[in-house]
């Protein structure tokens, strides 16, 4: 019953996250349900992890056969399924990648990439943005100056300096020969959808080689094809030295990858990293199958038509006065504050989207298997709740 899990969930959990009132059962597609069997149309995407959609019976198919044959086995033996999944994973990667560092969360694979600069380069000192998220673990959140996530927990770790975002005589200025790497999310999903131009990825690329410096891109919401490509630099032309992903690369089963150049991995030695968890079978089994799934339905190519179809249909609605980001990872500035505007949604449309540290900024992030359908219920849905009395 909902306030039963309700009820108890609030009791025993810690109370760190701000919740909203649901209580989901079931997922399917863009869909997912709660204890009565209400439908909600999911612009939240399971907050980005739910890039196949909810249970794609592809995944489930991998994840049951995989969680009757092995679901567990660490590094220290090899694993027929982790073999082909960092195949798969491979395949997928940009020109002059080919080898993974396979973890558990987002804020682990930009742990990596961090220790990894550091490491291969002899250097400390890490640029990033401002505005940027990078995680909540002590060392991603050192690079993640956004609102209140460092500040609660001054000082982060030493060597970390923050630029404006899409400056780049700012970081012309900054970057030298002590600079491990410069990094950052090329669209600050969180910091207000602000988007890096293709220009501006460009000049970091050219002002990193300059002095040696890595360039980091944590693509945890970006990468996979949300934006229309599979990797955020590929529109560009521009490889950046490590790509960090993890939220929907196993559709939501835990997991998350440093993916490096190959000269940068060459560099990498027994023990500068590991995990437990990261590459199990079961985490493999659902990623291998996420990747065929990006593949064979095109997925990139979904997200940049609807991402598309949104973007101009959302612009003629009354009260949105402009549209941030790419593909399905859209920043809908309006005239109003957001989080009435997504309350509304949710109660009046069951359409389950989110805000951003920006407060005019309505925030989606659906599946990539998203339907032209689904994308005229959402706009009818913000037609309908931005015409109503304020
Ligand atoms: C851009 C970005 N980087 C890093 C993270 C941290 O990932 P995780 O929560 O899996 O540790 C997130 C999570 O929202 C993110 O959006």
Not at 167 to 190: G, N
Not at 220 to 231: A, D, F, S
């Amino acid at each position: 019953m909902t306030m039963d899990s309700f009820a108890l969930e609030s009791r025993y959990s810690i109370p760190t996250y701000a919740q909203i009132p649901v209580v989901v059962v079931r997922g399917e597609g863009c869909r997912v349900f709660d204890e009565k069997g209400v439908a909600y149309l999911d612009y939240w995407g399971g907050h980005a992890v739910a890039l196949t959609g909810h249970c794609h019976p592809r995944v489930v198919a991998a994840i049951r056969e995989q969680a009757g044959t092995l679901l567990f086995y660490s590094n220290v033996v090899f694993n027929d399924t982790r073999a082909r999944a960092m195949a798969a994973l491979s395949a997928a990667m940009p020109k002059g990648m080919s080898r993974a560092f396979l973890c558990n969360s987002g804020s682990e694979a930009n742990e990596s990439a961090i220790k990894t600069a550091r490491r291969t380069t002899g250097r400390r000192e890490v640029i990033s943005m401002q505005g940027g998220f990078h995680g909540r673990t002590m060392g991603s959140l050192s690079a993640t100056p956004l609102g209140h996530y460092l500040s609660d927990y001054a000082p982060g770790v030493p060597d970390h300096r923050f630029l404006p975002f899409g400056d780049l005589d700012a970081l012309r200025a900054a970057v030298t020969e002590r600079t491990a790497a410069v990094m950052f999310e090329p669209i600050q999903s969180m910091g207000g959808v602000a988007t890096a131009t293709d220009e501006y990825v460009r000049g970091v690329r050219a002002i990193c080689d300059a002095v040696g410096a890595l360039l980091i891109f944590d693509e945890i919401q970006t990468g996979l094809g949300r934006t229309g490509v599979m990797w955020y630099g590929d529109a560009a032309g521009v490889v950046p030295d490590i790509i960090t992903t993890a939220k929907g690369l196993a559709s939501g089963v835990p997991i998350g990858a440093m993916l490096a150049k190959d000269e940068i991995s060459a560099k990498v030695k027994e023990g500068d990293q590991g995990t437990t968890f990261g590459g199990g079978p079961l985490a493999c089994a659902a990623m291998e199958a996420t990747l065929a799934v990006i593949r064979d339905e095109r997925l990139a190519e979904n997200a940049a038509a609807r991402g598309r179809e949104i973007a101009g249909a959302v612009m003629k609605i009354p009260g949105v006065t402009g549209v941030r980001g790419r593909g399905l990872l859209l920043g809908i500035v309006l005239d109003r504050d957001a989080k009435g505007v997504v309350k509304a949604l949710r109660e009046k449309h069951r359409i389950i989207s989110g805000t951003t540290s920006d407060a005019n900024v309505l925030r989606i992030l659906p599946p990539l298997v998203l339907s032209a359908a689904e994308v005229s219920e959402f706009v009818a849905g913000l037609t309908d709740v931005m015409a109503a009395p304020r």
